[in-house]
């Protein structure tokens, strides 16, 4: 207990708030490189993952190599990506890129490969072309599965970007650091729970994101009134 009132003190410090190395802006750092990566990992896989679904080609390969994507440690490719550039940005963002693209991908190409097989056929018969139907069909219904797909990327990115830290990046990984080093466990705890709430609140505003591109239940049937006939006559 005497610890949890140690964090909750440590964050009622404006101290802690202020200038470069404060909770404010390095959040700020955090968020900056996750939405960066997230935006290159959606340039480079969404449109591989959906395209392969649509035709139907190269897309088992395409998966397979996402998901044994996913076996690499993030701490593995940050330090073959230091030794390949220089201390900083550029290996951050390549092991958070390498870390949100397989799910992209999976959710991507599993999402349109599952689109019901009699409505694709039923709106080819009503003369729709392969972009037609990719756009006006396919991509509507697999959206939600798609962006499960982000969801679940971009929360790991918010987690695993506590590392760019390690490669002198910055970021909310730079309190647990800071923290390890001065032996202060009560600043390690803080920027973790910084980072969880972080990963938090993405994952419940991402969700909500996904639960209204899910579509809605159809308009009910209207009652009708059954007539009875009288087969007495009359």
Request: charged share 15%; proline share 5%.
């Amino acid at each position: 207990m005497d610890f949890l009132v140690e964090v909750a003190a440590w964050f009622n410090d404006r101290a802690n708030w202020r200038g470069e190395t404060g909770v404010a802006n390095l959040a700020v750092e955090h968020l900056w490189i996750c939405v960066v990566a997230m935006a290159l990992a959606a340039t480079l896989a969404l449109p591989l993952g959906l395209v392969l679904g649509h035709l139907g080609r190269g897309g088992v390969v395409a998966v397979n190599v996402s998901n044994a994507g996913r076996a690499l440690p993030s701490f593995a490719v940050l330090v073959l990506a230091l030794q390949l550039s220089s201390i900083g940005t550029t290996p951050a963002l390549v092991a958070l890129v390498a870390l949100a693209v397989p799910p992209m991908v999976t959710n991507g190409y599993v999402g349109i490969r599952e689109v019901d097989a009699e409505l694709k056929e039923a709106a080819l018969g009503m003369g729709m072309t392969g972009r037609q139907l990719f756009l006006a069909v396919e991509l509507p219904v697999a959206l939600p599965l798609v962006m499960a797909g982000v969801r679940t990327a971009a929360v790991q990115v918010v987690g695993t970007a506590t590392l760019a830290a390690l490669v002198g990046y910055g970021g909310l990984g730079a309190l647990v650091l800071l923290g390890l080093r001065t032996g202060d466990t009560v600043e390690v705890f803080a920027g973790a729970l910084a980072v969880a709430f972080l990963a938090l609140v993405t994952e419940l505003g991402l969700g909500r994101v996904q639960r209204a591109l899910a579509p809605g239940p159809g308009p009910r049937p209207r009652p009708q009134r059954v007539r009875f006939v009288d087969d007495r006559g009359g």
